[in-house]
Structure formats: C-alpha cells, structure tokens
C-alpha cells in the first residue's frame, strides 16, 4: 500500500532522451566522496547524471551542512548557475559512484534548436525539482519534527518493495545524512526516533534499517 507523501528531498526524473545526444559531450568518472562542482563556481557546462546518485549541499559560513537534494541517474543537475551564469552557492558531490556527461554551453544552443524532446526535457526537471523544494521548504516551516521525520520513513517506505516483515533499509544514509536532509541535529533525530520507537510506531534495528509497527499509525501522525 503506498502512503500518500510529497518528495521533498529526491529527484528522480529518469529521462532517457539525453541517450541521443551523449556523443555530443564529454564523459567523466566520479568515486563516492568526489566534488563534482565546488561552491562559487561559474558553471559552464550542464551536467547530466547518466548513472549513480549526486548530493546537492550548503554549508554555512560556521560550518553547518544542509543535504537540499539527491539526483539520481537519468537526470539533469547544474542546470540552474548554468543558465543563470552566476556563481553557484552550493555544491555537488558524488554520492555513489557516477557517470556524467558535460555539455558546453554552445552545444547545448545547438541541442535546444534541433532537439526539442531535450528542451521539454530540461523544462520537466526544473519543474519536478521546483516541486521537491517547494515540498522541503513547506515542509521546514509547517511540519513538526516528528512530522518530518515520519514523511521520511513512509518515504522510504514507498520506494521499496517490501515484505510482510516491513523492514525498511535507509541504504548508505547515516543518521548525519538523515539529519542533514530533515534540518535537525543527529541527536535531537535519533531521540526522536527512539520516542517513535516508545509508542510502538517503529523498532530501530542494526545495520541501518527500521521495522514499521504500525504504518496505519505513523501516516495519521503525518497530516494530523
């Protein structure tokens, strides 16, 4: 059963249409943990993610890191400093290993004019990583913490085929990671969790995973 949550932290268009164009740019290799883009670039070229996951990141000037989004493979990302030509903010990283394709700025004048499924193409991921933000954004200034962190789950929830044991996995995120992308600090989540844990909803489990009691439960407590 899917429980009804906005994204608010993960774009995923998955758009083949860029597979036409490939040859037309300049691949790279990126490790996990590898800067793709540093923040207070001017971004020349727009970068499309045929394979892996890249993190979207700001850090403040004390040093405090916000996760604002992950792009999975078959998406764009840089698309906004490319356009705008202005430094970019924030930075991207890899977060698992990743296969980009750059595309100049002359090469993409010539793509828009004699391919129009890329144009819809660059227009749709805009459009879906509005709405993601625009989720994230509602969400920190509407939701309580408690309200944040049950969207997260049952977000998880949704992305995975699961069993009648309900075991979700958070993959690789660390509770850091986790805490990043909810706007808290790690230990005010994992007590947060640990009180989710006290009223039945969940039971923390070794080697990153959750098992949901009740789901019923934590999706009443999302929109309450």
Not at 57 to 67: C, F, L, P, Q, V
Not at 200 to 222: E, V
Request: charged fraction near 25%; hydrophobic fraction near 40%.
């Amino acid at each position: 059963m899917i429980h009804n949550v906005d994204e608010f932290w993960r774009v995923n268009v998955d758009s083949n249409v860029w597979e036409q164009v490939l040859h037309l740019g300049h691949k790279k290799e990126f490790k996990q943990g590898d800067v793709i883009i540093n923040a207070g670039e001017l971004v020349h070229e727009l970068c499309y993610l045929q394979s892996g996951v890249v993190c979207m990141k700001r850090t403040s000037w004390d040093g405090a890191e916000k996760i604002i989004m992950h792009v999975e493979q078959n998406s764009l990302f840089s698309e906004a400093p490319f356009f705008i030509n202005r430094p970019i903010r924030s930075f991207f990283t890899c977060y698992k290993d990743a296969t980009v394709y750059f595309f100049s700025k002359n090469t993409v004048e010539k793509m828009l004019t004699g391919h129009p499924e890329i144009a819809r193409d660059i227009i749709q991921t805009l459009s879906e990583k509005m709405s993601v933000l625009s989720n994230q954004s509602a969400s920190l200034g509407l939701d309580t913490l408690d309200q944040r962190i049950i969207k997260f789950i049952l977000l998880r929830y949704n992305s995975m085929p699961l069993h009648n044991n309900e075991v979700i996995s958070l993959g690789s995120l660390r509770m850091k990671d986790i805490a990043s992308i909810l706007g808290v600090h790690r230990a005010t989540l994992y007590k947060s969790l640990k009180e989710l844990e006290k009223s039945n909803l969940i039971k923390i489990l070794p080697k990153n995973k959750l098992h949901i009691l009740d789901i019923d439960g934590l999706s009443a407590l999302a929109y309450e």
